[in-house]
């Protein structure tokens, strides 16, 4: 996650939407790979507290410095709006809404490729992040939306 994180802030592939929905579907795809790791990290916490501790690190550190770093720079290339709070509390739940989308237990069950599951997640966050988005980048944002319209009946409903 961080290598992507960390990739992604140093290019400009983020400067489209395009870019950023490629991102988000590799993010995703990766944390499908590893979905048992957010449905069963709290039980093995009760047990290992030094391993509840190593991981906040990592996902206070590497993942979440990441992930708004990556905000902060949609917002400088003029993709987002928001002030420096909106954007920090935006990139907070934003990965709060990644991972709880890969540990949903009927996610975690499902037959469907990880494509599918990257695809439908993906465009839920794009949903999510749509108000923030620029007047700039609203027309290329909703066509990316339109053009990734949800195969009905590809997941599960929540």
């Not at 069963?40 to 991981?55: A, K, R």
Request: charged share 20%.
């Amino acid at each position: 996650m961080a290598d992507y994180l960390n990739a992604a802030g140093e290019l400009s592939v983020t400067a489209s939407v395009e870019g950023l929905v490629s991102l988000l579907e590799k993010v995703l795809r990766h944390l499908w790979t590893f979905r048992f790791i957010p449905q069963s990290i709290s039980s093995l916490f009760s047990v290992n507290q030094s391993l509840q501790e190593s991981y906040s690190k990592i996902e206070a550190g590497l993942i979440s410095r990441g992930v708004e770093k990556l905000f902060f720079k949609l917002r400088d290339q003029g993709m987002l709006e928001g002030d420096d709070v909106q954007i920090g509390f935006l990139a907070r739940n934003f990965q709060l809404l990644q991972t709880g989308w890969i540990a949903r237990p009927d996610i975690a069950k499902c037959p469907q490729e990880a494509q599918t599951v990257a695809r439908e997640g993906c465009l839920s966050l794009l949903y999510f992040l749509a108000p923030y988005v620029s007047s700039r980048f609203r027309q290329p944002f909703e066509r990316v939306l339109a053009g990734m319209a949800p195969v009905h009946g590809a997941l599960p409903a929540v």
